[in-house]
């Protein structure tokens, strides 16, 4: 079977820094992603892992240790507008995209 | 960058009609393209894989004969909602790729489908 776990929601505030854990059992592995999903809009690229490590992109990184099937999420300086939907999807063996279910992140004031 | 045109955004059809979305690559060649569906606070769950000039391949559970995928082109993939039903609302995205990159997959903006 396939199963991506990740935290349900998070709350974090403005200028802070979070962390979202996102563990995964998958059929084969080809990468992971990160997604940004607003309210009612699609998917927004944020990253894409295929090797181990941490990567870097501006106020964004993601982690990843394939041994573990552990990723994560890092953001650092957080803003109001980063009050979305994160989803850890999986780039199984057959080339599809698998999501998990994502963590909703609040930001407060 | 990559760009995918998914058309309409929203739609609202009465409970036994058919819709279709389309969803088009810009300026790339997708080769293969990918169609899910998001129900309200849920992830996307991938329905379908098409491949241009062949038949989908849908993902369990997924009526075939219900969800009409059609491939015709490098550049557009259709999606025919046939007899939809007020369960069949929904948030559909389609996906293309066609790029060497592993990580070369753009999104449409989407299609909120409301049925009544």
Known sequence: ?109 | GAVVSQHPSWVICKSGTSVKIECRSLDFQATTMFWYRQFPKQSLMLMATSNEGSKATYEQGVEKDKFLINHASLTLSTLTVTSAHPEDSSFYICSATGRQERWGYTFGSGTRLTVV
């Open chain 1, 1 to 109: 079977g396939q199963n991506i776990d990740q935290p349900t929601e998070m709350t974090a505030t403005e200028g802070a820094i979070v962390q979202i854990n996102c563990t995964y059992q998958t059929s084969g592995f080809n990468g992971l992603f990160w997604y940004q999903q607003h309210a009612g809009e699609a998917p927004t690229f944020l990253s894409y892992n295929v090797l181990d490590g941490l990567e870097e992109k501006g106020r964004f990184s993601s982690f990843l240790s394939r041994s573990k099937g552990y990723s994560y999420l890092l953001l650092k300086e957080l803003q109001m507008k980063d009050s979305a939907s994160y989803l850890c999807a999986v780039l199984n063996r057959d080339d599809k995209i698998i999501f998990g279910k994502g963590t909703r992140l609040h930001i407060l004031p």
